[in-house]
């Protein structure tokens, strides 16, 4: 099948992946180091002293530690990120400006500084309250709010990095409604998005619930793809709305929710005594937190991403069976595969950490199998 791909994105991509798999071992590394010295030295206790000494409100030292230490969080990775982006721009993957780039930064710090604060205070009001149950009221809690998140999505966070407009009114918007009718699946719309604007690969996605669910294709899609291969490309993004796979996505997230917290519940009493913190509810206590829920959220990341890829396989397979020649999935994956560099194959590390879709060189020969049944 490597005669498919193009020979010089396939000598760029093992490139560019020998040398981002050589950052991010060094990401990893520094962040070994980072949490090491800032913990190891109770570098948390001083700077929680530093900025909140001079008040006496709960709120106020919540939201001043938790925004002090995450922005000092964020500047030791946005110098990491920054490497990233370098890379991604020396092998013309990203059409961002620093300027672009800086400013989506900033949008995100400010989302994870409210998600924090929100987080990070409700944890410390409900393990005070109910130190031996509280994990089970903080997954009710958090789930109501992934739920609503889903929700606002499309209409509240997706503009703040992206312009939602209409699918344009052409030739191929009729030949994609009617897919939508073949396939007996209702959508208020289809809706283009300038992906254009940060990378210069393209995309298909389902965003939403309810009312506000939307499929999305990105601009770059027109220029580089047939319409039989956009057809194809939203045949799987149809297979996500017509199978409810952002019901199960929701539904695996309460699971991870609920497994992170009860472990959490076991240990963290002892230890906030072994750390030496004052008390269970210790705002000081937070990054230590952060620390623990990203530890045990890595460990459990395999199985969620186990379950991802068997959820976009059956994608995969219900837009084999909706469309008239399966090829046209296998050309518009090898397109997306050579311009955003792809690795073909994964390793076992990659597979269980990384990999939320199946392997590109799987889908590509699925779809190449469902030519021959379908001839």
């Not at 913990?39 to 106020?60: N, P, V």
């Not at 994990?135 to 209409?155: A, C, N, R």
């Not at 047939?226 to 199960?248: P, Y």
Request: charged share 25%; glycine share 4%.
């Amino acid at each position: 099948m490597e005669c498919l791909y193009n020979p010089e994105r396939r000598r760029l991509a093992k490139k560019f992946h020998r040398r981002k798999d050589r950052y991010n071992w060094f990401n990893r590394i520094f962040h070994v180091l980072f949490w090491a010295i800032f913990l190891g030295f109770s570098l948390e206790k001083r700077l929680y002293h530093f900025l909140t000494d001079w008040t006496e409100s709960w709120i106020m030292k919540l939201v001043l530690f938790t925004t002090g230490f995450y922005i000092i969080y964020t500047i030791f990775n946005s110098i990491l990120d920054y490497f990233e982006y370098r890379l991604n721009l020396e092998f013309e993957l990203s059409s961002q400006s620093k300027k672009e780039w800086f400013l989506d930064k900033v949008k995100v710090l400010i989302l994870e500084l409210l998600i924090l604060n929100i987080a990070g205070g409700g944890f410390l009001i409900l393990v005070q309250k109910w130190p031996e149950s509280w994990w089970i009221i903080y997954t009710i809690i958090g789930f109501i709010f992934i739920i609503l998140f889903t929700f606002i999505m499309p209409v509240v966070l997706f503009p703040l990095f992206f312009k939602l407009t209409p699918f344009p009114n052409t030739p191929l918007r009729q030949r994609l409604e009617n897919l939508f009718e073949r396939a007996k699946v209702k959508v208020t719309d289809i809706y283009e998005f300038n992906l254009s604007s940060k990378v210069n690969s393209a995309n298909a996605a389902v965003i939403g619930m309810g009312k506000t669910r939307k499929i999305i294709l990105s601009d770059t899609l027109q220029d580089k793809y047939t319409e039989a291969e956009i057809e194809a490309i939203l045949a799987h993004e149809i297979g996500h709305h017509a199978n409810g796979d952002i019901t199960k996505l929701l539904l695996i997230q309460f699971g991870i929710l609920l497994v992170i917290t009860y472990l959490i519940s076991l240990i963290w009493q002892p230890l906030v005594k072994w750390w030496g913190y004052d008390e269970i509810d210790s705002i000081a206590s937070l990054p230590m937190l952060f620390l623990i829920w990203g530890i045990i959220n890595w460990v459990i990341t395999p199985i969620e991403l186990y379950i991802s890829r068997r959820i976009e396989r059956k994608a995969d397979e219900y837009a084999l069976r909706l469309i008239e020649n399966p090829r046209n999935l296998a050309t518009a994956f090898v397109k997306l595969a050579d311009e955003s560099l792809a690795e073909l194959k994964l390793s076992l590390y990659k597979l269980l950490f990384k990999a939320s879709h199946p392997p590109i060189d799987e889908r590509v020969k699925m779809a190449l199998e469902w030519v021959d049944k379908k001839e």
